[in-house]
């Protein structure tokens, strides 16, 4: 198991847990029962879970606590998680303080601050953090790849092993060879390596007396420059995850930028004129408008789902999260896109002109999101731009309607318009 696939695993990990439709939707979420047939999916702020469950546990919460026998996976985004009990298959993990003591059948991938594993593994281990430690129980059957600001690996490994660290303290008992790259390396009297330790670094290993290395010990000098090993081609994994997620996320936003405009160009054409007027408080209501809307989405269904008839309500709100989103992004891709073909901000818009700047920007958002943490940071501005427009949008109705309407020539024709604040609902 190398670095890169524990990503590309915690990767599916995440969206699978964002996407699939939860069971259990709540603050602090308690579950004990002696054995459910479905799989447990949850979205909390805190998860207890006991029990026994035959199914896959997946979700998203603040504090995770599972003490309970899974006849299936784990896969889960927490700030702090334990996990203990047994596990039959596999265990995908992200969060902050992680700490494992359970009986896993499958491979184990965790990525964190601090990881303490104790448990088994029936398969192999790849844990990435701050500081990762294998205590004396923990027990891997397969191969072990650990990358961390410091290791201490003192349990039993079956397999080969791999460690990337500053600092790395080496022992317990590996059946295989075992490679290290680390600024330090120090070989514990009660460490027995029956394979070859092979050191990459700037400082040769210190082996205790007792220590035993049946293949012998390798050193070959190198600066040490952490993460070059472990994460060679990450960036275009990474860039290629990321860049088909945008994919999916633009081709959609596309299509509903491309109906918006056949069917309301007059209303996209006055949203993109108010915006540009007055871009700086656009583009700070922007802000607050995609800071807060994913907190809407979620704090207004829980609350309508005290009641029966909320419940409804709230599926609708959470089917109508994504559409409205790719709404956004078109909305910020048009305006964006009057900026490269309409520099005149109150002359008439053609169709042909807000079409052509919706393809090209959404165009260069497809290309940028094959670039990591560049896509997300431009679709991100787009969301702001588009978040902004509709702020402005309603601010112009409001002053239209009081009666300080707005005489700038209408988007396609050239004409008084003289409700120049117009909604795309309103064309």
Same mark, same amino acid.
Do not use: C
């Given at each position: 198991?190398t670095?890169?696939a524990?990503?590309?695993?915690?990767?599916?990990?995440?969206t699978?847990?964002?996407?699939?439709?939860?069971?259990?939707?709540g603050?602090?979420?308690k579950?004990?029962?002696?054995?459910?047939?479905?799989?447990?999916?949850?979205?909390?702020?805190?998860?207890?879970?006991?029990g026994?469950?035959?199914?896959?546990v997946? %979700? +998203?919460?603040?504090?995770?606590? +599972?003490d309970?026998?899974v006849t299936? &996976?784990?896969?889960?985004?927490?700030?702090d998680?334990?996990?203990a009990g047994?596990?039959?298959?596999?265990?995908?993990?992200a969060?902050g303080?992680?700490?494992?003591?359970?009986?896993?059948?499958?491979d184990?991938? @965790?990525?964190?601050?601090?990881?303490? /594993?104790? %448990?088994s593994?029936?398969?192999?281990?790849?844990?990435?953090?701050?500081?990762?430690?294998?205590?004396?129980?923990?027990r891997?059957?397969?191969?072990?790849?650990v990358?961390a600001?410091?290791?201490?690996?003192?349990?039993?490994?079956g397999?080969?092993?791999?460690?990337e660290?500053?600092?790395?303290?080496?022992g317990?008992?590996?059946?295989?060879?075992?490679?290290?790259?680390?600024?330090?390396v120090?070989?514990l009297?009660?460490?027995?390596?029956d394979?070859?330790?092979?050191?990459?670094?700037?400082n040769?290993?210190e082996?205790?007396? %007792?220590?035993v290395?049946?293949?012998?010990?390798d050193?070959?000098?190198?600066?040490?420059?952490?993460?070059v090993?472990?994460?060679?081609?990450?960036?275009?994994?990474?860039?290629?995850?990321?860049?088909?997620?945008?994919?999916a996320f633009?081709?959609p936003?596309?299509?509903?930028?491309?109906?918006?405009?056949?069917f /309301?160009?007059?209303?996209?054409? &006055?949203? &993109?004129?108010?915006f540009?007027?007055r871009?700086?408080?656009?583009?700070f /209501? %922007? /802000?607050?408008?995609?800071?807060? @809307?994913?907190?809407a989405?979620?704090?207004i269904?829980?609350?309508l789902?005290?009641t029966?008839?909320?419940?409804?309500l709230?599926?609708l709100?959470?089917?109508l999260?994504?559409p409205?989103?790719?709404?956004?992004?078109?909305?910020?891709?048009?305006?964006?896109?009057?900026?490269?073909?309409?520099?005149?901000v109150?002359?008439?818009?053609?169709?042909?002109?807000l079409?052509?700047?919706?393809?090209?920007?959404?165009?260069?958002?497809?290309?940028?999101s094959f670039?990591p943490?560049?896509g997300?940071?431009?679709?991100t501005?787009?969301?702001?731009?588009?978040?902004?427009?509709i702020?402005? @949008?309603?601010a112009?109705?409001?002053?239209a309607?009081?009666?300080?309407?707005?005489t700038?020539?209408a988007?396609?024709?050239?004409?008084?318009d003289?409700?120049?604040?117009?909604?795309?609902?309103?064309?």
């Amino acid at each position: 198991m190398t670095m890169k696939a524990l990503f590309v695993a915690l990767g599916l990990a995440m969206t699978t847990a964002a996407m699939a439709p939860a069971q259990v939707i709540g603050g602090d979420v308690k579950m004990q029962s002696g054995g459910t047939r479905d799989d447990v999916t949850v979205i909390a702020g805190e998860l207890d879970l006991t029990g026994t469950v035959e199914g896959d546990v997946t %979700g +998203i919460a603040g504090d995770v606590d +599972i003490d309970a026998d899974v006849t299936g &996976s784990i896969e889960l985004i927490g700030g702090d998680i334990s996990i203990a009990g047994s596990v039959r298959g596999e265990v995908d993990v992200a969060g902050g303080d992680i700490t494992i003591s359970a009986d896993v059948d499958g491979d184990v991938n @965790a990525a964190g601050g601090d990881l303490d /594993f104790s %448990g088994s593994s029936g398969g192999d281990i790849a844990l990435a953090g701050g500081s990762v430690r294998l205590r004396e129980a923990a027990r891997v059957s397969g191969e072990a790849d650990v990358a961390a600001g410091e290791i201490y690996a003192l349990g039993q490994i079956g397999d080969t092993a791999e460690f990337e660290a500053r600092e790395v303290h080496l022992g317990g008992q590996f059946s295989g060879s075992v490679e290290v790259t680390a600024e330090h390396v120090y070989v514990l009297e009660t460490a027995r390596i029956d394979g070859e330790l092979r050191v990459r670094g700037p400082n040769e290993p210190e082996v205790e007396d %007792g220590a035993v290395v049946t293949g012998g010990v390798d050193f070959t000098y190198e600066p040490f420059d952490f993460g070059v090993k472990h994460f060679d081609g990450i960036d275009t994994a990474v860039g290629n995850f990321f860049g088909i997620l945008g994919l999916a996320f633009l081709i959609p936003a596309f299509v509903v930028g491309l109906l918006t405009l056949l069917f /309301f160009p007059n209303g996209m054409a &006055s949203m &993109s004129r108010h915006f540009r007027r007055r871009w700086a408080l656009g583009s700070f /209501f %922007g /802000f607050i408008g995609f800071a807060f @809307a994913p907190v809407a989405f979620l704090v207004i269904p829980i609350l309508l789902m005290v009641t029966v008839i909320g419940i409804p309500l709230a599926l609708l709100i959470w089917v109508l999260m994504p559409p409205f989103y790719f709404l956004v992004m078109a909305f910020g891709a048009i305006i964006l896109g009057t900026l490269l073909f309409q520099r005149d901000v109150d002359g008439p818009i053609g169709m042909g002109k807000l079409m052509l700047g919706l393809l090209v920007v959404m165009a260069l958002m497809a290309g940028l999101s094959f670039v990591p943490f560049l896509g997300a940071l431009v679709s991100t501005l787009v969301m702001f731009v588009g978040f902004g427009g509709i702020f402005m @949008a309603f601010a112009a109705r409001g002053k239209a309607k009081s009666g300080d309407f707005d005489t700038t020539p209408a988007a396609t024709t050239g004409k008084t318009d003289p409700d120049a604040g117009a909604l795309p609902s309103e064309g």
